[in-house]
């Protein structure tokens, strides 16, 4: 999942770099791709991914 939502976005935002589509189709699109791979995936196994994420990704030490 997280991933391909990276993949996306990225993908979109490059073809608005290389002038493909307007910066306005960016989101637009995206949008579009993210709510395919919801459905696909679905919204609970989504939820229990990020929950493995974020137990595994380094935790920030925050000044005092």
Known sequence: GYLEF?????????EAYVGQ???DEVLK?????WGKIV???GVAKLKEDL????????????PV
């Open 39 to 41: 459905k696909r995936i």
């Open 21 to 23: 589509i307007k910066a």
């Open 29 to 33: 699109r995206t949008e579009e791709e």
């Open 51 to 62: 929950k493995t994420y974020k137990a595994i990704m380094p935790k920030i030490a925050k």
């Open 6 to 14: 990276q993949d996306q976005l990225a993908k979109h935002l490059s």
